[in-house]
Structure formats: structure tokens, C-alpha cells
């Protein structure tokens, strides 16, 4: 779920989102040296119809030839244009606890195009420790860190009910983008998007299949 | 992106993610002594129209009246029900990383109907010590645990380039849904089914609405 304002309101956001799934497939195959894809390749990989490839590539203009399908570079730079990660991102985590760790560990963030600048958090245990590339500092050091580094996005880790006043001072602060991993909805001007993380959501919506599937035997 | 076989095919998956997302918001009506809710608020909420909400109710039968809106303590349990989380799942976490203990510290799995009674990795250097409430052992145990709880859903953060391995391993030990962190995709028989988890989407979501809306600045 996500809030959109602006211009981003005029394109649904499950078309962003297969959009990012699109590209995570492009990358893939990019590494493994295939060349052109079809819009039936692209749409097998998201459990979707080839149509729907085509509406979703065609919000933006028109690429690919019939018969012919798309260029897998030219496509993943034209998806990284469109997703605006062609420039790098800069990102602080608010909330450093062992999800920061997790997130470096298991994403490639760095080369989708977002740099860790900056972890922050409260607890003096974790103060003055590594994140990856930088060393976790107080909460009150977060603003400065902001301002100096230009950085637009923040990924919010803190519990639930510290969420929507660190918010806030993200916002303050700069921040136009939020990935909120507190349960917590949160009340931010219309200028800053929240993109809502729920990891038991994937969980529910396999107890949902798995039952339904078990009910049709 | 969720690959469905059976009866779970003939729900939208987006219909499914949006009732998740009912359910964690009366679950904080809930919690705050609300007893009753109408479709325009859970509409708000999940940033949709109150017309899409009833449509997604109504795929699973009536519920609620014109004019009165929906009992929040009734509408949790007929949601509970959908998902298949009124009774309690069983979940081993393979590749039992800094994310298994994110996982447990920052979200609600036991209170939702998710209990972790398993937890693996190959690194000696994270066997024998704690997640959560268990213990993390060798790869090898796997199987065991599995058909000792009859577990039926996993969580895998093995890196790439294993996963497709683990995952096979997971489904012929009857795991039937899986939560993928990895970055790969998954190639399993039809009745496993696959919730894939991407973290970077959220940025890309974040980034895409941040360029609009300035775009349109």
C-alpha cells in the first residue's frame, strides 16, 4: 500500500510494482547473457497475462517490436528512467536494529540504485556499531546527516509506537519517501509517501492458498 | 507476486494482500476499543475506494449493512477465517540469519497465527544459537522437524544460488507455501506455493512516486 500524491497518483501502484518485478527478472536474465525477451517471457515470471505486460510497458510509451519482443538492456534502462533509479538514491534506516544488518545482508540495494548514508537509533548498546558501511549513530544526529547528504528516502524500522512522531521528524528533516516497517499507519503531508512493509501479509496470503488449495482436493 | 494452483486462483491476489491489510487495521480498531467500522473508512486506510472494499468482502460472501457498517470484532474473525489464520500455522525460518531475529522482534507472527518451532542454517557459527524461541540447528534436522509439527509454511533467506536447492528439499518434506527473501525465482510443483518478498520494490515504489510528484512540481 502506498500513498501517492502528485503525478506518481496517476499511475496504479500494482503497475509500479510489477514494473520492480519486471526489472529484478531483466536483471537476471541480463546476467545470464540472453539478449531479447517477449512479453510472454516477462509475464510467465510475474504469474500474469502478456496483455497486461504490454498495458503496463505502454503506461510510458511504446517499446518492443511484434513478434520481435524487447531488448533486455535497452528495457532495464528504460524501466530504471521510469522508476527514477537511474541517478542514486541516498537512504538512512531509522531503527538500526538487526533488520538493518538483514537488509544489507540480503538485498542488493547498492546496485538498484540506493546508497545507505546513514543508521540511526536510541539505544546506547547499539550506538557507535557497524551497519554495513556505517557506524549506527543517536537519533539526534539523524537531521544533520539528512540535510548533508541530500537524502530524500528513509527506511523506518522503530516499534510501533515511536513511529509516527519519528516520522514526522523525517519529514521535517527532508524526507519524501518512507518504507514503514511499524505496524503503525502513519499521518504525513501529502508530499511524503509511505510505502507500508507487512511481512506477516506474505505469511496470510500463503495459509490463504494453502487452505484453499487443501479445500479443492 | 504469489504463484496460485486450486481454489486460491479463483481469489485475486490483490484482493487477498488488501484484506491483510483490512485485517491490520481493525486489529488496531480493535485494539482501541472500536466496535464498529464502515467500508469508506477500511477504504481509507488501504488508500482505495469504500466500493472496492465491499467487492472484497463480497467475494467471500455478505457482510455488514448499508448505513451501519461492519462489526469490527466479526469482520476480524470472517477475515481470520478467509485466511486461513484462526486456527495456528507452523513455520520453520531456513538460513536463519540477522533476518529471522528481525522477523521475531519486529512483527506480531505469534498474535497473528504464525509460530516458529523451527529454525536452519549450514554457518556452525549460528548453530546452537537462539531465535526467538528456538534453537537454530543444521540444515540436515530439517526434515524432521518438519514432519514432527506438521509444518506446512517456510521462510527462506538462503542466498540465491542455494535457494532453488533448499526450496525442493522444503516441498518433498511437505512444506507447501513458501515466503521467498531470496532474489531468485522458485521452480516447484504446482501445489507449493510461493510468496515472493522484495524488499527493493519498496524503494522503487518510493522513488518512482518522489521523481512524479516533483515532475509535477
Same mark, same amino acid.
Given at each position: 500500500?502506498? /500513498? /501517492? &500524491?502528485?503525478?506518481?497518483?496517476?499511475?496504479?501502484?500494482?503497475?509500479?510494482?510489477?514494473?520492480? @518485478?519486471?526489472?529484478?527478472?531483466?536483471?537476471?536474465?541480463?546476467?545470464?547473457?540472453?539478449?531479447?525477451?517477449?512479453?510472454? +517471457?516477462? @509475464? !510467465?515470471?510475474?504469474?500474469?497475462?502478456?496483455?497486461?505486460?504490454? *498495458?503496463? =510497458? @505502454?503506461?510510458?510509451? +511504446?517499446?518492443?517490436?511484434? #513478434?520481435?519482443?524487447?531488448?533486455?538492456?535497452?528495457?532495464?534502462?528504460?524501466?530504471?528512467?521510469? =522508476?527514477?533509479? *537511474?541517478?542514486?538514491?541516498?537512504?538512512?534506516?531509522? #531503527?538500526? &536494529?538487526?533488520?538493518? %544488518?538483514?537488509?544489507?545482508?540480503?538485498?542488493?540495494?547498492?546496485?538498484?540504485?540506493? @546508497?545507505?548514508?546513514?543508521?540511526?537509533?536510541?539505544?546506547?548498546?547499539?550506538?557507535?556499531? %557497524?551497519? #554495513?558501511?556505517?557506524?549506527?549513530?543517536?537519533?539526534?544526529?539523524?537531521?544533520?546527516?539528512? *540535510?548533508?547528504? !541530500?537524502? *530524500?528516502?528513509?527506511?523506518?524500522?522503530?516499534?510501533?509506537?515511536? $513511529?509516527?512522531?519519528?516520522?514526522?521528524? =523525517? $519529514?521535517?528533516? &527532508?524526507?519524501?519517501?518512507?518504507?514503514?516497517? $511499524? #505496524?503503525?499507519?502513519?499521518?504525513?503531508?501529502?508530499?511524503?509517501?509511505? /510505502?507500508?512493509?507487512?511481512?506477516?501479509?506474505?505469511?496470510?496470503?500463503? /495459509?490463504?492458498?494453502?487452505?484453499?488449495?487443501?479445500?479443492?482436493?
Amino acid at each position: 500500500m502506498t /500513498s /501517492s &500524491g502528485g503525478l506518481g497518483g496517476a499511475i496504479p501502484d500494482p503497475s509500479v510494482r510489477r514494473l520492480s @518485478a519486471y526489472l529484478r527478472h531483466l536483471e537476471n536474465l541480463a546476467a545470464s547473457g540472453v539478449k531479447r525477451v517477449s512479453s510472454r +517471457q516477462l @509475464a !510467465e515470471y510475474v504469474k500474469g497475462g502478456d496483455a497486461q505486460v504490454r *498495458r503496463d =510497458l @505502454a503506461l510510458f510509451g +511504446q517499446f518492443g517490436r511484434r #513478434g520481435v519482443g524487447y531488448d533486455v538492456e535497452d528495457l532495464i534502462q528504460v524501466i530504471r528512467t521510469i =522508476l527514477g533509479t *537511474r541517478a542514486q538514491w541516498n537512504v538512512v534506516v531509522v #531503527g538500526a &536494529g538487526q533488520l538493518c %544488518q538483514a537488509l544489507l545482508r540480503y538485498r542488493g540495494f547498492k546496485e538498484r540504485g540506493f @546508497a545507505l548514508v546513514g543508521a540511526f537509533d536510541t539505544d546506547p548498546r547499539k550506538i557507535g556499531t %557497524q551497519c #554495513g558501511p556505517v557506524t549506527i549513530r543517536h537519533i539526534d544526529a539523524m537531521e544533520d546527516i539528512i *540535510r548533508k547528504h !541530500e537524502v *530524500r528516502l528513509a527506511i523506518l524500522t522503530v516499534p510501533a509506537q515511536a $513511529a509516527q512522531q519519528t516520522a514526522e521528524k =523525517l $519529514a521535517a528533516a &527532508g524526507i519524501e519517501g518512507i518504507m514503514n516497517f $511499524a #505496524g503503525a499507519g502513519l499521518s504525513l503531508p501529502p508530499h511524503v509517501h509511505v /510505502s507500508q512493509v507487512d511481512l506477516t501479509a506474505h505469511l496470510e496470503q500463503l /495459509s490463504f492458498l494453502v487452505s484453499s488449495t487443501r479445500a479443492g482436493q
